[in-house]
């Protein structure tokens, strides 16, 4: 009984703020991957630079990693307790998950 109270709560928890906030996670995390690039790149003659390009594009593919672990940790802790059926009948995982555009 209690289970059924809390799955809504958990399915809301889960749609209005953690896959929106792994959403800007990573988005963050590309960002940062994109900047090394560049300054990467546009500083070829100073190493001072371009070391630190390479440390920003590590730190963003790091970043990107955790993100989609967390993802793929939730989606499974779902699929795992059955969260993301609808009046436990089924239901398709993908449709609980918000992914960004």
Same mark, same amino acid.
């Given at each position: 009984? +209690?289970?059924?109270?809390? %799955?809504?709560? +958990?399915?809301?928890?889960? %749609?209005?703020?953690?896959?929106?906030?792994?959403?800007?996670?990573?988005?963050?995390? +590309?960002?940062? &991957?994109?900047?090394?690039?560049?300054? &990467?790149?546009?500083?070829?003659?100073?190493?001072?630079?371009?070391?630190?390009?390479?440390?920003?594009?590590?730190?963003?593919? $790091?970043?990107?990693?955790?993100?989609?672990?967390?993802?793929?940790?939730?989606?499974? +802790? $779902?699929?795992?307790?059955?969260?993301?059926?609808?009046?436990? =009948? =089924?239901?398709?995982?993908? %449709?609980?998950? $918000?992914?960004?555009?």
């Amino acid at each position: 009984m +209690l289970a059924l109270a809390i %799955d809504p709560l +958990l399915r809301g928890i889960n %749609d209005a703020v953690i896959n929106p906030l792994i959403a800007l996670l990573f988005i963050g995390a +590309l960002v940062v &991957f994109i900047w090394g690039v560049v300054s &990467f790149v546009a500083n070829a003659g100073n190493e001072a630079e371009r070391v630190k390009g390479k440390r920003n594009i590590l730190y963003g593919i $790091i970043g990107m990693v955790i993100m989609v672990s967390v993802f793929s940790i939730m989606n499974l +802790l $779902i699929n795992t307790f059955k969260l993301n059926e609808t009046e436990r =009948g =089924g239901g398709n995982p993908i %449709d609980h998950v $918000i992914l960004p555009e």
